[in-house]
């Protein structure tokens, strides 16, 4: 009896060890808001059962810094990046940490939503609009209108030294003709706040402390889906758009596993999923979440990456000379 306890014991525990050996592990950073994280992991992890999957989150300034420390100290922790935006993972392109790999999903993309060389691939397209109280006397529907004196002192933003969306935006529209950095000086003298993130400007315009405020698309929508008294608005000179994209560290501890979170994301059913929170998907052929409109009606004003990391600095200096430093 003892004999044949042994061997079962000896089986079970060779069966883990197997189990174990063949696991696989990833470490993702992400700037995904903490529900929408775990719905992403989630829907992964069904997709991939023999996954496991160790996620932190934080904005993408904070999570580069905490990235960076580590980088460093020589120990970098994550496999996996799904951040932002694309002009911060240029960046870390550029410095030579990130891997090259050429996902077959990617041929269902436009080329100007991935890296050429396999770095980084946009996940979904998040838009940066006007988002208003129900309540303003007036109903944006450009860009300008927020800087005319029906509507002085009653603007809010967030800050690019808070938010990576917002330099983007800021960014954005300062490269486009009749917006500029004039424009943004045209807010400041109309009384027009810049501080923290998107989450703050949500607050401030739904509680009817500020009419209007510059926002990414997904909070003004979920929120007035809620019953949130607030609108969102597509301006009509365009829109902004950061792409949430995903890249693996080269120092990545768990290649494969991130080589199929990244394919994940951006197949179909990767992209299904974006859709079922609300986000713009960035693939061919996926439709639009309820609340959006058609995606040919939304304008998105174009942007270089890598330019825009050469001029980042300069860019957060001049925001700060006109907003001051929140």
């Given at each position: 009896?003892?004999?044949?306890?042994?061997?079962?014991?000896?089986?079970?525990?060779?069966?883990?060890?197997?189990?174990?050996?063949?696991?696989?592990?990833?470490?993702?950073?992400?700037?995904?808001?903490?529900?929408?994280?775990?719905?992403?992991?989630?829907?992964?992890?069904?997709?991939?059962?023999?996954?496991?999957?160790?996620?932190?989150?934080?904005?993408?300034?904070?999570?580069?810094?905490?990235?960076?420390a580590e980088i460093e100290a020589g120990n970098p922790v994550a496999d996996v990046l799904l951040i932002a935006d694309t002009v911060t993972?240029?960046?870390?392109?550029?410095?030579?940490?990130?891997?090259?790999?050429?996902?077959?999903?990617?041929?269902?993309?436009?080329?100007?939503?991935?890296?050429?060389?396999?770095?980084?691939?946009?996940?979904?397209?998040?838009?940066?609009?006007?988002?208003?109280?129900?309540?303003?006397?007036?109903?944006?529907?450009?860009?300008?209108?927020?800087?005319?004196?029906?509507?002085?002192?009653?603007?809010?933003?967030?800050?690019?030294?808070?938010?990576?969306?917002?330099?983007?935006?800021?960014?954005?529209?300062?490269?486009?003709?009749?917006?500029?950095?004039?424009?943004?000086?045209?807010?400041?003298?109309?009384?027009?706040?810049?501080?923290?993130?998107?989450?703050?400007?949500?607050?401030?315009?739904?509680?009817?402390?500020?009419?209007?405020?510059?926002?990414?698309?997904?909070?003004?929508?979920?929120?007035?889906?809620?019953?949130?008294?607030?609108?969102?608005?597509?301006?009509?000179?365009?829109?902004?758009?950061?792409?949430?994209?995903?890249?693996?560290?080269?120092?990545?501890?768990?290649?494969?596993?991130?080589?199929?979170?990244?394919?994940?994301?951006?197949?179909?059913?990767?992209?299904?999923?974006?859709?079922?929170?609300?986000?713009?998907?960035?693939?061919?052929?996926?439709?639009?979440?309820?609340?959006?409109?058609?995606?040919?009606?939304?304008?998105?004003?174009?942007?270089?990456?890598?330019?825009?990391?050469?001029?980042?600095?300069?860019?957060?200096?001049?925001?700060?000379?006109?907003?001051?430093t929140n």
């Amino acid at each position: 009896m003892k004999s044949f306890v042994s061997v079962v014991a000896g089986a079970l525990v060779a069966s883990l060890l197997s189990t174990a050996a063949f696991a696989e592990n990833l470490v993702l950073y992400t700037s995904q808001p903490n529900e929408d994280a775990q719905a992403t992991v989630d829907a992964f992890k069904a997709a991939n059962p023999g996954v496991e999957v160790e996620w932190v989150r934080e904005g993408t300034t904070k999570l580069m810094a905490k990235l960076m420390a580590e980088i460093e100290a020589g120990n970098p922790v994550a496999d996996v990046l799904l951040i932002a935006d694309t002009v911060t993972m240029q960046r870390l392109k550029e410095a030579g940490q990130l891997l090259a790999y050429k996902s077959p999903e990617a041929a269902n993309y436009d080329a100007s939503l991935y890296d050429a060389d396999g770095a980084y691939y946009s996940t979904k397209m998040i838009t940066t609009g006007i988002i208003y109280n129900t309540s303003a006397s007036t109903k944006p529907e450009g860009w300008q209108d927020l800087a005319k004196a029906d509507a002085k002192g009653l603007v809010t933003m967030p800050s690019p030294l808070t938010s990576g969306a917002a330099l983007i935006h800021a960014q954005t529209l300062a490269g486009i003709d009749g917006l500029g950095w004039d424009y943004y000086k045209a807010l400041a003298e109309n009384g027009a706040t810049a501080a923290g993130g998107n989450g703050g400007v949500l607050k401030a315009v739904a509680t009817g402390e500020k009419a209007y405020g510059m926002i990414v698309d997904f909070m003004a929508i979920r929120e007035k889906v809620k019953g949130a008294p607030v609108e969102f608005v597509f301006p009509a000179e365009g829109v902004s758009a950061v792409t949430e994209p995903v890249g693996i560290l080269k120092t990545a501890k768990n290649a494969d596993a991130a080589k199929k979170f990244v394919d994940f994301l951006i197949s179909e059913e990767g992209q299904e999923t974006a859709v079922k929170m609300g986000y713009i998907p960035a693939r061919n052929g996926v439709a639009l979440p309820e609340g959006y409109p058609a995606r040919e009606t939304i304008k998105v004003l174009p942007i270089n990456a890598a330019v825009a990391v050469k001029n980042s600095d300069a860019d957060l200096k001049t925001f700060s000379g006109i907003f001051g430093t929140n």
